[in-house]
T-cell receptor
Framework: DTAVSQTPKYLVTQMGNDKSIKCEQN?????MYWYKQDSKKFLKIMFSYNNKELIINETVPNRFSPKSPDKAHLNLHINSLELGDSAVYFC????????????????FGEGSRLTVL | GEDVEQSLFLSVREGDSSVINCTYT??????LYWYKQEPGAGLQLLTYIFSNMDMKQDQRLTVLLNKKDKHLSLRIADTQTGDSAIYFC?????????FGTGTKLQVIP
């Protein structure tokens, strides 16, 4: 039973198209994230949601729109895809760090590889 | 914002020890983590250390934290070919974790 699952695993599309990636977690966590990993393996946070509320929005173009219908789901919609959007997008979840309570460990999905032609 | 830096590549012989280093900038980071990424997979937590600790040992893994220099290291004893992966250092506070650039560990049989 996969803890953090994202679909699709692979996505190949043309420049200018719009695409979505879906993520679901069954861990009961209250925080979910989208990370982007580029071809050099650098990992950068894009968005973070806590209980469906956006709490982190790193300087990401507004072509990227996250949506969290409930705390177990966080989807990512990308409009007008560009070549530079090609990357692996990782969804992750965690229980929000509480002093002395937990470690804030992130649980990652397997990634969605987006290729823009 | 937080910056986390690592060297990009490390090559060791099977059976030797590996030491992966990391520096970070935000002294208020509560936890420091080491994640492992195998090819085609997501990241998995390997170990972590709380910011008020200096050292943590977990089987073949030893984490050392120097808070004054904001330096973190991961030592893998008796490195095996299965340890070949990318290792990410990460620094976290409340609601945000910043990852380092990742160190690709190559283990030569």
């Amino acid at each position: 039973d996969t803890a953090v699952s994202q679909t699709p695993k692979y996505l190949v599309t043309q420049m200018g198209n719009d695409k979505s990636i879906k993520c679901e977690q069954n861990l009961g966590h209250d925080t979910m994230y989208w990370y982007k990993q580029d071809s050099k393996k650098f990992l950068k946070i894009m968005f973070s949601y806590n209980n469906k509320e956006l709490i982190i929005n790193e300087t990401v173009p507004n072509r990227f729109s996250p949506k969290s219908p409930d705390k177990a789901h966080l989807n990512l919609h990308i409009n007008s895809l560009e070549l530079g959007d090609s990357a692996v997008y990782f969804c992750a979840s965690s229980q929000v760090l509480v002093a002395g309570g937990n470690t804030g460990e992130l649980f990652f999905g397997e990634g969605s590889r987006l290729t823009v032609l | 914002g937080e910056d986390v830096e690592q060297s990009l590549f490390l090559s060791v012989r099977e059976g030797d020890s590996s030491v992966i280093n990391c520096t970070y900038t935000d002294s208020s980071s509560t936890y420091l983590y080491w994640y492992k990424q195998e090819p085609g997979a997501g990241l998995q937590l390997l170990t972590y250390i709380f910011s008020n600790m200096d050292m943590k040992q977990d089987q073949r893994l030893t984490v050392l934290l120097n808070k004054k220099d904001k330096h973190l290291s991961l030592r893998i004893a008796d490195t095996q070919t299965g340890d070949s992966a990318i290792y990410f250092c990460a620094a976290g506070g409340y609601q945000k974790v910043t990852f380092g650039t990742g160190t690709k560990l190559q283990v030569i049989p």
